[in-house]
Protein backbone atom coordinates (compact mmCIF):
# COMPACT_ATOMS: atom_id res chain seq x y z
CA UNK A 1 0.00 0.00 0.00
CA UNK A 2 0.96 3.61 -1.01
CA UNK A 3 1.86 5.75 1.63
CA UNK A 4 -0.79 8.14 0.45
CA UNK A 5 -3.48 5.67 0.27
CA UNK A 6 -2.56 4.82 3.63
CA UNK A 7 -2.73 8.03 4.62
CA UNK A 8 -6.47 8.20 3.21
CA UNK A 9 -7.38 5.52 4.81
CA UNK A 10 -6.17 6.80 8.25
CA UNK A 11 -8.32 10.09 7.42
CA UNK A 12 -10.97 8.70 5.82
CA UNK A 13 -11.32 6.05 9.71
CA UNK A 14 -10.80 9.67 11.71
CA UNK A 15 -13.72 11.13 9.93
CA UNK A 16 -16.14 8.13 10.70
CA UNK A 17 -14.86 7.93 14.15
CA UNK A 18 -15.84 11.96 14.33
CA UNK A 19 -18.75 11.49 12.89
CA UNK A 20 -20.11 8.87 15.43
CA UNK A 21 -19.17 11.33 17.90
CA UNK A 22 -21.57 13.43 16.79
CA UNK A 23 -24.50 11.35 16.30
CA UNK A 24 -26.57 8.52 18.53
CA UNK A 25 -24.82 5.41 17.32
CA UNK A 26 -27.37 3.77 19.31
CA UNK A 27 -29.82 4.99 16.15
CA UNK A 28 -27.38 3.73 13.71
CA UNK A 29 -26.51 0.42 14.93
CA UNK A 30 -27.91 -1.28 11.73
CA UNK A 31 -26.24 0.72 9.35
CA UNK A 32 -22.60 0.69 11.27
CA UNK A 33 -23.10 -3.46 11.56
CA UNK A 34 -23.76 -3.71 7.77
CA UNK A 35 -21.31 -1.04 6.74
CA UNK A 36 -18.69 -3.08 8.84
CA UNK A 37 -19.71 -6.33 7.09
CA UNK A 38 -18.96 -4.75 4.00
CA UNK A 39 -15.56 -3.29 4.67
CA UNK A 40 -14.61 -6.62 6.46
CA UNK A 41 -15.89 -8.23 2.62
CA UNK A 42 -14.34 -5.53 0.64
CA UNK A 43 -12.13 -6.85 -1.93
CA UNK A 44 -9.09 -5.53 -0.58
CA UNK A 45 -7.37 -5.61 2.95
CA UNK A 46 -7.49 -2.25 3.23
CA UNK A 47 -11.29 -2.37 4.14
CA UNK A 48 -10.59 -4.58 6.82
CA UNK A 49 -7.91 -2.24 7.79
CA UNK A 50 -10.69 0.56 8.51
CA UNK A 51 -13.70 -1.84 9.84
CA UNK A 52 -11.01 -2.87 12.44
CA UNK A 53 -10.04 0.59 13.42
CA UNK A 54 -14.01 1.08 14.50
CA UNK A 55 -14.45 -1.93 16.74
CA UNK A 56 -13.48 -0.43 19.44
CA UNK A 57 -15.30 2.51 18.98
CA UNK A 58 -18.79 1.09 18.18
CA UNK A 59 -18.10 -2.02 20.69
CA UNK A 60 -20.17 -0.25 23.85
CA UNK A 61 -23.11 0.71 21.79
CA UNK A 62 -24.15 -2.22 20.59
CA UNK A 63 -26.57 -4.90 21.74
CA UNK A 64 -25.15 -8.26 22.93
CA UNK A 65 -25.39 -10.17 19.70
CA UNK A 66 -23.75 -7.52 17.60
CA UNK A 67 -21.01 -7.46 20.34
CA UNK A 68 -20.44 -11.23 19.64
CA UNK A 69 -20.53 -10.40 15.87
CA UNK A 70 -17.88 -8.13 16.69
CA UNK A 71 -15.61 -10.30 18.85
CA UNK A 72 -16.30 -13.45 16.50
CA UNK A 73 -15.05 -10.51 13.02
CA UNK A 74 -12.00 -9.92 15.18
CA UNK A 75 -11.05 -13.36 16.17
CA UNK A 76 -11.13 -14.06 12.25
CA UNK A 77 -8.72 -11.44 11.88
CA UNK A 78 -6.55 -12.23 14.76
CA UNK A 79 -6.19 -15.43 11.90
CA UNK A 80 -6.20 -13.89 8.57
CA UNK A 81 -3.87 -14.92 6.25
CA UNK A 82 -2.94 -11.54 5.18
CA UNK A 83 -0.13 -10.05 7.67
CA UNK A 84 -0.86 -6.35 7.39
CA UNK A 85 -4.22 -7.67 9.03
CA UNK A 86 -2.68 -9.46 11.65
CA UNK A 87 -0.60 -6.60 12.54
CA UNK A 88 -3.72 -4.10 12.24
CA UNK A 89 -5.71 -6.31 14.57
CA UNK A 90 -2.99 -6.88 17.35
CA UNK A 91 -2.87 -2.90 17.75
CA UNK A 92 -6.59 -2.99 17.96
CA UNK A 93 -6.59 -5.23 20.55
CA UNK A 94 -4.73 -2.61 22.73
CA UNK A 95 -8.01 -0.66 22.26
CA UNK A 96 -10.56 -3.72 23.13
CA UNK A 97 -8.43 -3.82 26.29
CA UNK A 98 -9.42 -0.78 27.27
CA UNK A 99 -13.37 -1.99 26.75
CA UNK A 100 -12.76 -4.56 29.75
CA UNK A 101 -14.56 -5.27 31.97
CA UNK A 102 -17.68 -5.02 28.87
CA UNK A 103 -15.91 -6.99 26.78
CA UNK A 104 -15.33 -10.94 27.47
CA UNK A 105 -11.51 -10.86 28.57
CA UNK A 106 -11.57 -14.79 27.75
CA UNK A 107 -12.16 -13.82 24.22
CA UNK A 108 -9.43 -11.04 24.24
CA UNK A 109 -6.68 -13.64 25.68
CA UNK A 110 -7.78 -15.95 23.03
CA UNK A 111 -7.36 -13.18 19.94
CA UNK A 112 -3.67 -12.50 22.43
CA UNK A 113 -3.02 -16.09 21.97
CA UNK A 114 -3.39 -16.04 18.77
CA UNK A 115 -0.72 -12.98 18.12
CA UNK A 116 1.87 -14.46 20.87
CA UNK A 117 1.59 -17.91 18.43
CA UNK A 118 1.67 -15.50 14.96
CA UNK A 119 4.23 -16.45 12.37
CA UNK A 120 5.22 -12.78 11.95
CA UNK A 121 7.61 -11.03 14.32
CA UNK A 122 5.42 -7.67 13.68
CA UNK A 123 2.66 -9.29 15.00
CA UNK A 124 4.27 -11.18 17.88
CA UNK A 125 5.85 -8.10 19.48
CA UNK A 126 3.32 -5.97 19.31
CA UNK A 127 1.89 -8.51 22.27
CA UNK A 128 4.85 -6.75 24.58
CA UNK A 129 2.22 -3.70 24.65
CA UNK A 130 -0.98 -5.50 25.03
CA UNK A 131 0.59 -7.52 28.37
CA UNK A 132 0.83 -3.82 29.39
CA UNK A 133 -2.89 -2.80 28.37
CA UNK A 134 -4.38 -6.37 30.22
CA UNK A 135 -1.77 -5.28 32.95
CA UNK A 136 -3.68 -1.98 33.79
CA UNK A 137 -7.49 -3.15 32.51
CA UNK A 138 -7.38 -6.28 34.61
CA UNK A 139 -8.19 -6.16 38.39
CA UNK A 140 -5.03 -7.39 40.09
CA UNK A 141 -6.29 -10.79 41.45
CA UNK A 142 -6.24 -11.83 37.78
CA UNK A 143 -3.12 -10.68 36.72
CA UNK A 144 -1.15 -13.48 39.41
Known sequence: MTNSLFFLLVQAVASIKNIFSLVNVKDLRQQIIQMIERLM???TYTSKLAAME???VIYP??????????????M?????EI????????????DMIKLIPHVPEQ??????????QDEQDSVRMQGIDSCIH????LPSNKIN
Open 41 to 43: NGE
Open 54 to 56: LFP
Open 61 to 74: HLSASHQRDIINLF
Open 76 to 80: QTSQD
Open 83 to 94: PQVRKCASFVLN
Open 107 to 116: DLFQIFANFY
Open 134 to 137: FARA
